[in-house]
Structures are given as structure tokens and as C-alpha cells.
Nanobody
Framework: HVQLVESGGGSVQAGGSLRISCVASGATHMSSFCMAWFRQTPGNEREGVASIAQDGRATYADSLEGRFTISKDNAKDTLYLQMRSLKPEDTGVYSC???????????????WGQGTQVTVS
């Protein structure tokens, strides 16, 4: 059982950078999970952005063109998403998720945060 709380969203100009965070709490530490970031942009379904496995292996959505970096600090039970060269189409609600099994963006994600808004103009 894990609870996830995101923070760090906000408004940024196109071309700028932003780092969002997700703190995990509960009986099981984040290091035991496959962790990921998802986003829901206006008018679109939720899509996977990046995942990071228990061993630190990361996978990314092809559409990101290398602009985002997922990382984690197991000692702090905190997941990060560093976003660079932001575009208006990156605007949306970004949520973190914890899952089990083989770790990629199709993993079995069962715990979700409430999301943090990122607005790029």
C-alpha cells in the first residue's frame, strides 16, 4: 500500500524547464515499485511519459524527443521528472504512479497520485 503526492507544477514559458516531484509514503518503500509519470493533456487521453524500474532503468515515450528525464531518490522515497525545452502542447496534469511486474509504461499501475498542473505558454 502506497500513497503518492505530486508537487512542483506551475506555469512556465515555452522553452523553459520545470522539475516536478512525487513523494511516496506507506508501508512499502518506493524502491520496491516500478514508478512512472503519466500526463493528461487537454482533449487527449492519459498517456505515459516515462517509467523507472527498481534497478533504475528508465524508459520514455518516443514523442518526448529526449526532453524529459525521470529519476528517483530511494532514500527520500521521491520520484522526479525534469522537463526541458517545454512546449505549449506539454500543458496538462502530470501524475505519478506505482506499479508491479515488468517495468515499462504498460506495467500494472495500481497506485496514483492526484496530479500536478503544468502550464506552458
Amino acid at each position: 500500500h502506497v500513497q503518492l503526492v505530486e508537487s512542483g507544477g506551475g506555469s512556465v514559458q515555452a522553452g523553459g524547464s520545470l522539475r516536478i516531484s512525487c513523494v511516496a509514503s506507506g508501508a512499502t518503500h518506493m524502491s520496491s515499485f516500478c514508478m512512472a509519470w503519466f500526463r493528461q493533456t487537454p482533449g487527449n487521453e492519459r498517456e505515459g511519459v516515462a517509467s523507472i524500474a527498481q534497478d533504475g532503468r528508465a524508459t520514455y515515450a518516443d514523442s518526448l524527443e529526449g526532453r524529459f528525464t525521470i529519476s528517483k531518490d530511494n532514500a527520500k522515497d521521491t520520484l522526479y521528472l525534469q522537463m526541458r525545452s517545454l512546449k505549449p502542447e506539454d500543458t496538462g496534469v502530470y501524475s505519478c504512479a506505482a506499479g508491479w511486474g515488468h517495468c515499462d509504461l504498460q506495467a500494472d499501475f495500481r497506485a496514483w497520485g492526484q496530479g500536478t498542473q503544468v502550464t506552458v505558454s
